[in-house]
């Protein structure tokens, strides 16, 4: 018995050596190519860190400085890098809904961030008061040089998981303790109403290109034909994009057939989307406004109506963005996207990636001073002489 035990434990103890020696060959191996592979990124680093007088930055801060200046020389102005509490909201924004205790956040004059509880959400039924100062956050002490996404980062997580919110509550600021349990929270990016002087006119803009669009446009529209709305605006000024296949979607709900895009990749392989089978609204009366700042996902909505002849187009030429990025996750919570493919919308001369689509009626897309928005005017112009 005793011989098997300290067979056993000998047996383990190798084991744990060999492990031990491939996993050192790997790294250094994995080392020295990373070496082999920019050697004068090494010797500019093993001369800074000998010769700097001020200490280097903690190992974050110079990974993330090395990859800006990759992404910098790369020179392709969509494949980015983003940070883990960038990436988190981003990630939040794009599915339409996060894990949250329900505040809004303000700094006051000092720096300190004070919170305004949601009524009825998890944050005021713990007892979380208007003009509580945050102190931390389980154990990210809140500083006034603590960043407004990363504070917001950190408040969000997994709905049903509990966070520790410490405050200090006026008048002698004293500190309050509170464990809250996320609830979902919706992050709406579709707002929508009757246009005021063409009640029958239903005005939908879309704010993002979300996980969630589809369905709220949906969800719009029922609701504005309830209300009596027999044509419809897509408002899609300064919606800078999003969801790929959520952008083809919402145009999927308009169009009876067809190709909505096509995209070719590194390596020249052609996809395609198209439309499946007739969408619910292929005879809802549709008009379409853009502007400069209407890009990526929001085009492919806008063209695809266009080259359909499914919707007229009013505003300004849009901002001309035909390329996919596929968001990379990294190890600790950042992201990289990288420009990957290039789409575009069969019919439409000239392509959206040559300066924009251009819109079949100009019209001012920013209100005047008297609070007039012509590009609603026009718009509900168009829908109202199709009747």
């Known amino acids: 018995m005793e011989f098997r035990r300290s067979f056993l434990i000998t047996f383990i103890l190798g084991g744990c050596l060999i492990l031990g020696f491939v996993a050192g060959y790997y790294f250094h191996a994995q080392f020295d190519l990373w070496r082999d592979q920019f050697p004068i990124l090494t010797q500019a680093f093993d001369i800074l860190s000998d010769n700097g007088l001020k200490p280097l930055p903690e190992k974050p801060a110079m990974e993330y400085g090395m990859i800006h200046g990759m992404l910098e020389a790369y020179d392709d102005p969509y494949t980015i890098f983003v940070e883990p509490p960038q990436h988190e909201l981003e990630s939040n924004a794009l599915q339409g809904h996060f894990g949250g205790i329900g505040v809004r956040l303000s700094r006051d004059v000092d720096g300190h961030v004070i919170l305004y509880p949601f009524q009825g959400g998890p944050a005021s039924e713990a007892g979380i008061l208007e003009g509580d100062r945050l102190v931390y956050v389980d154990a990210f002490e809140i500083t006034p040089e603590a960043t407004m996404e990363s504070i917001q980062a950190a408040l969000r997580g997994p709905v049903g998981q509990s966070v520790r919110v410490t405050v200090s509550r006026p008048p002698d600021y004293g500190q309050l303790d509170f464990e809250i349990r996320r609830t979902e929270i919706k992050l709406p990016s579709v707002a929508w109403h009757l246009d005021a002087d063409a009640p029958e006119v239903g005005v939908i803009e879309i704010n993002l290109i979300a996980a969630s669009t589809t369905q709220e446009v949906q969800s719009a529209i029922r609701?504005?034909?309830?209300?009596?709305?027999?044509?419809?605006?897509?408002?899609?000024?300064?919606?800078?994009?999003?969801?790929?296949?959520?952008?083809?979607?919402?145009?999927?709900?308009?169009?009876?057939?067809?190709?909505?895009?096509?995209?070719?990749?590194?390596?020249?392989?052609?996809?395609?989307?198209?439309?499946?089978?007739?969408?619910?609204?292929?005879?809802?009366p549709l008009a379409v406004i853009v502007n400069e700042n209407t890009a990526s996902a929001s085009e492919i909505i806008a063209g695809a109506l266009k080259a359909h002849h499914r919707a007229q187009v009013i505003g300004t030429r849009t901002y001309g963005k035909n390329t996919i990025q596929l968001v990379f996750d990294l190890k600790d919570g950042s992201s990289l996207h990288v420009t990957s493919a290039q789409w575009r919308i069969p019919g439409l001369d000239p392509p959206i990636?040559?300066?924009?689509?251009?819109?079949?009626?100009?019209?001012?897309?920013?209100?005047?001073?008297?609070?007039?928005?012509?590009?609603i005017r026009d718009a509900s112009g168009v829908l109202l002489r199709s009747k």
């Open 223 to 284: 609701d504005l034909q309830e209300r009596g709305a027999q044509g419809f605006i897509l408002d899609l000024r300064n919606n800078f994009g999003g969801l790929l296949t959520a952008g083809v979607d919402v145009a999927r709900l308009f169009l009876r057939s067809g190709i909505i895009i096509e995209y070719e990749n590194r390596d020249k392989k052609t996809e395609i989307y198209r439309v499946e089978h007739p969408g619910p609204y292929v005879d809802l």
């Open 353 to 375: 990636g040559e300066g924009g689509l251009e819109p079949d009626i100009y019209s001012e897309t920013t209100p005047d001073p008297s609070g007039v928005d012509a590009a």
